[in-house]
């Protein structure tokens, strides 16, 4: 069966610069959920999408920024990258059917080294 | 808000051993919990998941949690650990329906001893 594809799956940056990582959800798939997990901890929620638009917004900086596109793969946009950026990044996806059970399947993450 | 407690950082069993997981949360309606387990370096696989009927319920690779909504908890057995459980298991806590968030426990890092 079909995953969620994250690409790339690593990436190294210098501070300042920009990165734009990509997320494909499962096919079908309407909702897009963005996690960072930085090293040691636990992943933390930063913002999610569903049929294109923002549903949910949580501890993302605002140097971030994401969207859904028609195809409904999404692309989380990272500017001006600090060291504390250096994380693993993940994406999951689920599908918005009744009765709603929030089950999300994750991405293997991109995993960002911010040097 | 919803909030994850899992209690034990570490735990390390004996291969063969029984273990249990234990996992806390706090959500002001029915929650939907979810056990995920994580390979260094990996993804995260979810093992098993509680939304209503049967408050025992089985996931992959032989583990079971039971969900107990009069303590709020939500913990995770196995009766035989293997080598290959060794990993970080996480307990997440949903509200339900689209667009919302999964909050994590921070883990427990499971080692087996041989």
């Known amino acids: 069966a079909a995953g969620v594809i994250q690409s790339p799956r690593h990436l190294i940056k210098e501070k300042r610069e920009t990165a734009t990582l990509k997320c494909y959800p499962i096919?079908?798939?309407?909702?897009v959920y963005w996690y960072q997990q930085g090293p040691g901890q636990d992943p933390q929620f930063l913002i999610s999408?569903?049929?294109?638009?923002?549903?949910d917004k949580g501890s993302i900086p605002d140097r971030f920024s994401a969207q859904q596109f028609s195809d409904y793969h999404s692309e989380l946009n990272m500017s001006s990258l600090e060291l504390g950026d250096s994380a693993l990044y993940f994406c999951?996806?689920?599908?918005?059917?009744?009765?709603?059970?929030?089950?999300?399947?994750f991405g293997p993450g991109t995993r960002l080294t911010v040097l | 808000a919803q909030s994850v407690t899992q209690p034990d950082i570490h735990i390390t069993v004996s291969e063969g051993a029984s273990l249990e997981l234990r996992c806390n949360y706090s959500?002001?309606?029915?929650?939907?919990l979810f056990w995920y387990v994580q390979s260094p370096g990996q993804g995260l696989q979810l093992l098993l998941k509680?939304?209503?009927?049967?408050?025992l319920v089985q996931g992959i690779k032989g583990f079971e949690a039971e969900f107990k909504r009069s303590q709020s908890s939500f913990n995770l057995r196995k009766p035989s650990v293997h080598w290959s459980d060794a990993a970080e298991y996480f307990c997440?806590?949903?509200?339900?329906?689209?667009?919302?968030?999964?909050?994590f426990g921070t883990g427990t890092q499971l080692k087996v001893e041989l």
């Open positions: 999951a996806s689920s599908l918005e059917v009744l009765p709603r059970t929030n089950e999300q399947f």
């Open positions: 096919p079908r798939h309407d909702t």
């Open positions: 997440a806590v949903g509200a339900g329906g689209g667009g919302n968030k999964l909050t």
């Open positions: 959500y002001g309606a029915t929650p939907y």
């Open positions: 999408f569903y049929e294109k638009m923002q549903s």
């Open positions: 509680y939304f209503s009927g049967d408050t």
